[in-house]
């Protein structure tokens, strides 16, 4: 009788660790699914196609951004004539008066040092580019009259 009692202690003694075994297993299996589940719930979003494509940098628009920005902005004309009339503008201009390199001197020492932003509204972003030395002004909406005329005020206010 004592070899049968020790036999039936040892084959619950496997049965046991059988069990451990197996929801050592198990508990393993459900760790790795939630893991999974947690990473596809906080893995950045993208839109399919653009995985693996670098964005392309190009200061000349393409016709597959113009279609792709169709929906946010509308489409811009882009004339050789203008760019080369504006181009003649800046490379021809009048020397400024001392009054107004003062009252530009004033407006560029009121900006950003780390930004060439000098102001900006939900119509329009005046920026000063040193280079040429000149403003730049970038209409934002699609009134372009009253943003035109909005930008042009700012600068008379300013003494420009």
Sequence with gaps: MGLQINYTMYNNT???KKQILFFIFLSLIVLFFII???MLVFAPQSSPGTLGTPPEISL???QASSQTNQQTRPAVPYSQIQTDKLLQR????TPLSDADKQVKQAVIAGMNPNSESVFATPQFRIEYIKSPDVFMVEILDT???ASKKAAID???QKGI
Excluded: A, E, K
């Design 143 to 145: 009134d372009i009259n």
């Design 14 to 16: 496997f049965m046991s």
């Design 60 to 62: 000349i628009p393409s």
């Design 36 to 38: 999974l589940s947690i």
């Design 154 to 156: 700012w600068f008379l």
């Design 90 to 93: 800046v490379t021809t201009r």
